[in-house]
């Protein structure tokens, strides 16, 4: 089933075991799974995809979990690619594509992490988990923790939209707000798992959640028959879609199913927290901890990413880029994607859409480009936010 | 593509043309969407379906739309059958099946009525749509109309869940909200759609939503192998997806895919409004209008369904039956699906869980039966509804 071989770290390289437990490589560095290329590249070819149901564990052989018993599946993927007809006409793009993540379980992508993630949280016999969260992981995490009877602890801040904190509640998850960012609930929770013997799955930490998460770019591939689209526009708080699909890339292109064209991966950030835009614009390898960090993007908000060298090592290695949206921006371009296009995206995915108008107008985008921008998750979780236009009432 | 042929009437069976634009029949009975099943018959099998995308479109032969152009689509159906396998074991059931409705575009089932009207709509060159809504029939018409291009004016009772209000409102509609249940935002919208010109596309006035809908059925067959569940247990408002479903097993009978076995239909109401149960006990063949109506599952409380005949035909000839559940159960339900199985259920789809538990405990299902249930929407609608359980603040 599964091709999974071994454990590396994203930074020094040393190799660990995948049966076992792991955190962060002593180096500081994240682990990332790795798959025996070669093997599968004898035998697997996109035709075998073909009776497969349409969720992300069509990818099964480039996913972690060995037995299908310990697969926690909420139907996670399978999401569908939309045509932006008129957004393309109006924006002058050749072909405006939006990955609708919002039709995940728990309402973003986050679910194809934690269903690779929880997946094998059981496969390797962990019993409690805790993890520091921007909003929708937390969301995801305690879902599939529940389908898979672990327990789970979630801190996040304490101005997460508030229908992520009752969901998250409803789950039966421990839910602790703290007054600060990720950032703080993650040293909470570090803490707390040094303390009680929780397992810590922050972003990066727990090496599988990148997994489930680069299925985004494998099925977007599969969607335009293993072509590789012109340009990815992408979302980046933590990073972690961009990263794994990314990944993705290189190892369909070691199995020979694509060639070695990449889309150019665009990180957008929000004005208000904008740290891996800040490095590649000074061209650092790594990004500084962004103080004060605020946006209506709550996904978006993440001060210093742990994987930040890796998504500014895949932006410029593609050729991509990065840039910040204002807040303004973000939340005209959700009522412009909402009402031209009928997708109600969540601020994170409009800033993808206003990244795009933005590269337009600068060129960076021009001509015949095939453009796939990701909405990460259902605007539904972000009401509160929105003021409404007021209805007549009668 | 599609094998439509007429339109005829549920009540008295005239038949009309299906190229031009209908409301309901003049005797008052809503008309329905016929095809040639006997030329299906002769070459349309299962195995035709097996590349086709995972959405309602893979029924297509079965569907209203003529030509491809006309689809107006953001993705809806393909949505996963979830095996509740705690649940199953903790209540005695063989087998327990959630299909998730809420993994649809805008949350619910509703987006499948919406994609085969809207596409309708506009095949049939109608400009400016106006209709009543409970809830998220609402939000579904508001993104597909907007992504057609056709106007729309929702009315729907002041205290629909706040979230569907807003929702409707990102998409650029006219929402109007009047002090009273749908009928009265019925009675409001019909005279606006005479003064205006609007065409009116209330549940069942509009005949082809419940061909979108009757698609929930066609995957659940599908997913089992063209196997028919024992039971399948329905939260019924309007009742257009069950009597879709319904209508949709005779279609798929008539074309050799399954034989004369049914599914016990099981209509499920809110104590709180609960016509269509109160009828089916009485052993009428119609509803009265239900008085003073008020539940917590907004999408329940129709107090006149137009299809309520349909409906106590669907469960009497299935040898299924109507029950209704109190407030109270469909939150315990709710929470106990949450918990258990990590699925955030809409209160109407907890309802159906409701009914189940009640449904066994009085050994109506009982022994190794298969039951199907729907949630019909995500729980993110209704959010508010919900007190949160109380985080930690650190």
């Not at 909470?188 to 770019?217: H, N, Q, S």
Request: charged letters at 20%; proline letters at 5%; aromatic letters at 8%.
């Amino acid at each position: 089933m599964s091709y999974l071989t071994h454990l590396e770290c994203s930074r020094c390289g040393q190799q660990y075991p995948s049966e076992e437990p792991h955190a962060l490589c002593p180096c500081g560095g994240p682990l990332l799974a790795r798959y025996d290329l070669a093997g599968l590249a004898t035998y697997w070819r996109p035709a075998d995809l073909a009776g497969r149901p349409w969720n992300m564990w069509r990818y099964r052989e480039l996913l972690p979990v060995r037995e299908e018993v310990n697969i926690v599946s909420l139907g996670e993927g399978g999401t569908p690619l939309i045509r932006a007809t008129r957004l393309q006409r109006e924006l002058g793009v050749g072909e405006l594509l939006v990955k609708d993540e919002g039709l995940n379980p728990t309402g973003s992508f986050k679910a194809r992490g934690a269903a690779a993630g929880v997946s094998r949280c059981l496969e390797l016999g962990l019993g409690e988990l805790a993890m520091p969260t921007a909003g929708n992981a937390g969301s995801a995490w305690a879902a599939y923790a529940t389908r898979a009877g672990l327990k789970i602890h979630i801190a996040m801040p304490a101005d997460t939209p508030r229908v992520i904190q009752t969901e998250c509640q409803a789950y039966g998850a421990e839910v602790i707000t703290v007054d600060g960012l990720i950032s703080d609930a993650g040293q909470f929770i570090g803490a707390r798992c040094r303390e009680m013997g929780w397992f810590d799955v922050a972003t990066l930490k727990e090496p599988y959640r990148i997994e489930g998460k680069k299925t985004m770019g494998l099925e977007v591939l599969e969607e335009l028959g293993w072509q590789v689209p012109d340009v990815i526009v992408y979302p980046t708080g933590g990073g972690v879609g961009l990263i794994g699909m990314w990944k993705a890339f290189d190892e369909v292109e070691s199995i020979g199913w694509i060639g070695t064209q990449r889309p150019r991966l665009v990180a957008v950030q929000a004005e208000g927290c904008a740290p891996i835009v800040r490095a590649y614009q000074a061209g650092e390898t790594v990004s500084c901890f962004f103080q004060d960090a605020w946006t209506v993007a709550a996904g978006l908000r993440v001060p210093k990413a742990l994987g930040d060298f890796l998504v500014l090592r895949a932006i410029r290695e593609t050729g991509g880029t990065a840039l910040a949206v204002s807040d303004e921006q973000i939340l005209a371009a959700q009522r412009r994607l909402a009402v031209t296009e009928g997708i109600f995206a969540s601020p994170e995915g409009a800033a993808a859409l206003a990244a795009v108008e933005k590269l337009v107008e600068s060129g960076w985008i021009a001509g015949e480009q095939r453009v796939v921008i990701y909405n990460t998750g259902s605007g539904l979780k972000y009401t509160d936010s929105l003021v409404p236009a007021g209805g007549t009432r009668v």
